[in-house]
């Protein structure tokens, strides 16, 4: 079966540390990648894209590695900070005319 | 640029009643998706439309879920009649044609159905 699987525990980390986020999918061939934050009572706000045919991506503090081989996206916040505490997405695009698989999010949480 | 709207924000309804939920998307965007969202389920795609026109409503959950888009600044999903188990955060989404990828998200209408 299709499947989508983040951290399913929460992560907490301190203030400085870099924060690193797994997405793994089963039985899906996506085109790209994506990452998204979501705050408590918002909707999600798009971070970054990766492409299949892209290894790594990167947005100041923030890396996004991408695996087809393993099927995984690793997605890491450096020199972390506690307005960097959120839920994160990872979401698959099939190319399928702009459809989006997400995965259930991971929630992380900084400490000062 | 205001973003894409949602209303209302909070809906609380008893079972069986009519429910409807509006979306005015980002101007010029070609796409817009309709999304639920719960704590067992996570975010799930429920439809999509591409030009106004309805592209995938496979997750659609049953008949008595419907949406239309009228024209390119207005949407609505209606929930009739509802259930309790329609209780969830729904949200909408736009972005703008081909070639661009990021989808732009509401705010979330919450709906309580009692």
């Known amino acids: 079966s299709q499947k989508i699987e983040q951290n399913s525990e929460a992560l907490n980390i301190q203030e400085g540390k870099t924060a690193t986020l797994t997405c793994n999918y089963t039985n899906y061939s996506p085109a790209y990648l994506q990452w998204y934050r979501q705050d408590p009572g918002r909707g999600p706000v798009f971070l970054l894209l990766?492409?299949?045919?892209?290894k790594e991506k990167r947005k100041e503090r923030l890396k996004v590695t991408f695996d087809t081989t393993l099927k995984q996206s690793l997605f890491h916040i450096t020199a972390s900070q506690p307005a960097d505490s959120a839920t994160y997405l990872c979401?698959?695009?099939?190319?399928?005319?702009?459809?989006?698989?997400f995965g259930q999010g991971t929630e992380l949480s900084v400490k000062p | 640029d205001a973003g894409v709207i949602q209303s209302p924000r909070h809906e609380v309804t008893e079972m069986g009643q009519e429910v409807t939920l509006r979306c005015k998307p980002i101007?010029?965007?070609?796409?817009l998706f309709w999304y639920r969202q719960t704590m067992m389920r996570g975010l799930e795609l429920l439809i999509y439309?591409?030009?106004?026109?309805?592209?995938?409503d496979s997750g659609m959950p049953e008949d008595r879920f419907s949406a239309k888009m009228p024209n390119a600044s207005f949407s609505t999903l209606k929930i009739q009649p509802s259930e309790p188990r329609d209780s969830a955060v729904y949200f909408c989404?736009?972005?703008?044609?081909?070639?661009?990828?990021?989808?732009?998200f509401g705010p979330g209408t919450r709906l309580t159905v009692l």
């Open positions: 990766i492409r299949e045919n892209e």
């Open positions: 989404a736009s972005r703008p044609g081909a070639g661009t990828d990021t989808q732009y």
């Open positions: 979401a698959l695009d099939l190319n399928q005319g702009g459809k989006l698989i």
């Open positions: 439309f591409n030009n106004n026109v309805p592209i995938d």
């Open positions: 101007s010029g965007h070609d796409y």
